[in-house]
């Protein structure tokens, strides 16, 4: 009975935002929810495209993804194929730590040492102010490369050494073997980290909501104040919204966007992990 | 088409004889490897460095034994603090068990070609991806406003906290339980033990250590956890210790956030003084669950 | 005892007093035993069955050792390997074929905690010389696994990822196809050869594997056990593919069949392995000579007992 509280649970989360997503369906269209481009839906005159806070989610994804892709896989390269045993026994609990530290942290950590470092550093166009998409993206991009880097090096240590035996019995130095004969192998499992490290981004809150701002934006310009769906629910939550009106059911509408949107990025790392297992038999 | 190299007579291309483009890549890949690293390296020591530094001036005993309040020079986080524990505890609580209970389910008990059982295993994956503002959600609908109307209180968030971490305990557990060998069940069994006996006295025991440590890190897990329960009312402002499991409560996280948002730089200051007292809870908390994974990990 | 190499010696040399030292090393005393080397024939072959000028030497070992953490997996090895020959190492489990093997393409540096003493001469340079780089002796020495190891990438890019590596671009077509000809295995994957190399039938894998260390036109191919995890007819069809290579490739195979080191080698190194102290076992070589030689009238009392199977 205790295993099925986990399936009650999910029926729960369904449930609980399928009700008030319909009724604000019902009151604001489909049409304009998805395709309308400001979002104020607690002004006077609300008006409720969901765009901006997508475009924010993905834009900050995207900077995350610019900094954990890179990062994450050299450094799972470096364990996997390149560092001595003592060597890796000292880093991945170090990478360990990274994951372990708690998201509020990287919010004070964007808003008081990026923002300003950025202000600082930045090269073209303005200057980004002290909320901006890029501190945010950049931030929780170092959260999520223990994520990456870990499931990484997993998938690459799960390829046979009888396949590096023979990359290097035909002439290939390290570098050969790692770029052209392991990553290959482990592309799966390496697609599937990745993956997960989108569904982490895109869930994350209390970094967007301290550094990226509250004003819904739709813009691509990484110096821009924007506003998430993660942080617009946040932020309406933490305003206490009568039950039944229409801003509480903004929360459940994007609520529901945003669970709709990460079940889809998790099944598909699930199908990826299971293809990557088969390669092997 | 004769590769370059390989002429047999010509013994002098057995030696160091990269091109200068070959020697670029390669130094090159290098150094991104470790330059890598070093971006990760630095920035966890650059955040805790400035954390700390920041944060320094307020390490006293005020953060301990004051209560917030909107004058920086007398604030201090003590409501936050005893919610943390609060909460945390009653997490404990309620999670272990069941998490356990759902672990042992599935190891011991549920036949593997099931259809309701492969759904419950894809499910609790599933659950672990989800955001944890959804969980929030969840807990607002159901349990502050909705069915059992718990309110914003220390038993919603501890029950909301829980389902989050819920899938950690389970997936920990049940790998401690798998880890223990085969052969064990079947000498108890021999025995003339039942299954329940079996699991209870031998597997269980064994299991401890594995079950330990992935309860432990689903509770740092949610220590650190703010977004569910800004949701549940924890950002008011609370100026006194939870008094029960139905009081109004606060969480270290959210007062830090809390002293975030606030403009005044002696806030950020306390935000700071804040994060170092979670972070050195954190560290102690990981550290012993290290600690028992490697003292008690038994190899079979 | 030992008699040093002289480059034309047509004298078989088998050191008699070492034969009756070697059966009881544990007997002699610490100082006996290090003087007392264990048997060694240094073979050169009679001078009426091969003309001394006709063999090229592709390697030459001279005491080799390779150690583990310290522990001697074989010990004191020296012969010469001739180009254009298929030589086999043949021996019971144990005396460290494999590990000899892997000494002649530096791969036991990818071993860590191995160490590797006394002289290796490729075509009279020194294998382990600090100036020769490793990955650049492995394109001319090629090795060929005990279990298929291809790439899981189409069959035309398992053949093309040597030159591929050695930087040739542009029409790898020809390369390919000549490599999968001269592995026999053309005819069966010319039309698929953008198929995954591990649709392939165990036989099939081997021979892309030998077309792919061919397609480096290497000087030497090694060979551990390559027929061993194979069928019959498999292990058939690769060792007619052998006597066809060593027109153009010098072959050295390690092979626990001896049948097969009979059918198919023309030189024949014989181990053995010796417990030592502390239960530690070491490789060593016991006779090395013709094939012919070796299993019709071997010289030696161990060589016998192995092919005659009363051990190993």
């Not at chain 1, 790692?178 to 982490?200: M, N, Q, W």
Request: glycine residues 8%; aromatic residues 8%.
């Amino acid at each position: 009975m205790c295993a099925v509280l986990s399936v009650a649970t999910t029926l729960a989360i369904v449930v609980s935002l399928l009700g008030p997503t319909l009724s604000f369906f019902r009151e604001v269209g489909l049409f304009e929810f998805f395709t309308g481009k400001v979002w104020a839906p607690l002004f006077a005159q609300a008006r409720f495209g969901v765009l901006p806070l997508i475009s924010a989610t993905v834009l900050i994804t995207g900077i995350a993804l610019a900094v954990c892709i890179p990062v994450g896989l050299l450094s799972a390269v470096f364990l996997s194929e390149y560092s001595r045993p003592r060597v890796r026994a000292f880093l991945k609990p170090g990478l360990e730590l990274l994951a372990g530290i708690p998201t509020v942290v990287y919010g004070f950590f964007a808003l008081t040492f990026v923002s300003p470092l950025l202000a600082k550093l930045w090269l073209f166009g303005e200057p980004p102010g002290i909320f901006n998409a890029a501190s945010a993206g950049i931030v929780m991009g170092i959260m999520i490369v223990p994520t990456v880097a870990s499931l990484s090096e997993d998938a690459m240590a799960a390829v046979p050494q009888a396949l590096r035996n023979g990359a290097y019995a035909l002439g290939s130095s390290r570098l050969q073997v790692s770029t052209r004969v392991v990553i290959p192998a482990a592309l799966s499992g390496i697609v599937a980290a990745v993956v997960l490290g989108i569904s982490r981004a895109v869930g994350e809150t209390m970094i967007v909501l301290i550094a990226a701002g509250g004003t819904p934006n739709l813009s691509f310009n990484p110096a821009d104040a924007m506003q998430t769906m993660t942080a617009f629910i946040a932020a309406a939550g933490i305003g206490d919204q009568p039950i039944g009106s229409v801003g509480y059911q903004t929360i459940f509408a994007v609520g529901s966007t945003l669970f709709v949107g990460t079940l889809l990025v998790n099944l598909i790392s699930i199908r990826l992990v299971r293809k990557y297992r088969e390669v092997y038999e | 088409m004769t590769p370059p190299d390989a002429s047999p007579g010509d013994l002098s291309s057995l030696q160091r004889r990269r091109s200068v483009a070959t020697t670029i890549r390669e130094a090159g890949f290098k150094s991104a490897m470790l330059g890598s690293l070093l971006l990760a390296a630095t920035a966890l020591v650059a955040l805790m460095v400035q954390v700390f530094v920041t944060g320094s001036p307020r390490l006293n005993g005020d953060l301990l034994n004051r209560f917030p309040s909107s004058l920086p020079s007398r604030a201090g986080a003590r409501s936050a603090i005893f919610g943390t524990i609060w909460v945390i505890g009653t997490v404990a609580f309620t999670c272990v068990p069941v998490g356990l209970g759902a672990a042992i389910y599935l190891e011991e008990y549920a036949a593997k070609d099931r259809w309701y059982n492969r759904l419950i295993e894809v499910n609790i994956q599933n659950l672990a991806a989800v955001p944890s503002i959804v969980y929030g959600i969840l807990g607002l609908a159901f349990l502050v406003r909705g069915p059992l109307k718990l309110g914003q209180t220390v038993l919603a968030g501890a029950l909301t906290l829980s389902l989050l971490v819920l899938p950690i305990v389970i997936i920990a557990s049940r790998e401690a339980i798998r880890a223990v060998p085969g052969s064990i069940r079947l000498a108890s069994l021999a025995l003339g033990a039942t299954q329940w006996q079996t699991i209870s006295r031998q597997v269980l025991p064994s299991a401890v250590p594995g079950i330990a440590t992935g309860t432990i890190l689903a509770l740092s897990r949610a220590i650190g956890e703010a977004a569910p329960l800004l949701l549940l009312g924890a950002l008011t402002f609370i100026t006194f210790v939870p008094e029960g499991l139905a009081s109004p409560f606060t969480v270290l996280p959210i007062q830090i956030f809390n002293w975030i948002s606030r403009p005044q730089d002696e806030f950020r200051v306390l935000a700071a003084a804040a994060i170092v007292v979670l972070m050195v809870i954190l560290l102690a908390m990981n550290g012993l669950a290290i600690w028992l994974r490697n003292r008690f990990q038994r190899k079979w | 005892m030992v008699s040093p190499m002289k480059e034309s010696t047509t004298t078989v040399k088998p050191s008699a007093q070492s034969r009756t030292a070697e059966r009881s090393p544990a007997d002699a005393g610490p100082a006996e035993a290090k003087s007392q080397r264990p048997l060694q024939i240094e073979v050169v072959a009679p001078s009426s069955r091969h003309p001394a000028d006709s063999r090229e030497k592709v390697f030459e070992l001279r005491d080799v050792a390779v150690r583990y953490g310290g522990v001697a997996a074989v010990d004191g090895i020296s012969f010469d390997i001739f180009r254009n020959r298929i030589t086999a190492l043949i021996g019971p489990s144990g005396c460290g074929k494999s590990t000899l093997l892997r000494c002649l393409n530096r791969m036991n540096d990818l071993v860590p905690g191995a160490s590797v003493e006394g002289k290796v001469l490729y075509r009279g340079k020194d294998l382990y010389a600090p100036e020769v780089d490793a990955v650049e002796v492995r394109k001319h020495i090629g090795m060929v696994f005990q279990k298929p190891n291809p790439f899981p990438k189409s069959i035309f890019d398992n053949v093309a990822f040597g030159p591929r590596v050695l930087g040739m671009k542009g029409n790898l077509d020809e390369v390919v196809e000549r490599s999968l000809k001269r592995s026999a295995l053309w005819d069966e994957v010319k039309d698929r050869l953008k198929a995954p190399a591990f649709g392939l039938s165990g036989g099939q894998q081997q021979r892309l594997c030998i077309a792919r260390a061919v397609a480096l036109e290497p000087d030497v191919i090694l060979m551990d056990e390559p027929c061993s995890a194979l069928d019959p007819i498999s292990t058939m069809r690769i060792e007619e593919l052998m006597g066809e290579l060593k027109k153009d490739f010098s072959i050295v195979i390690v092979t626990h069949n001896m049948q097969q080191a009979a059918r198919a080698a023309d030189m024949t190194a014989f181990l053995t392995v010796d417990i030592g102290q502390g239960d530690s076992r070491t490789g060593r070589l016991v006779e090395y000579d013709d094939s012919s030689v070796i299993f019709t009238t071997p010289k030696d009392n161990r060589t016998e007992s192995y092919i005659t199977g009363r051990y190993g």
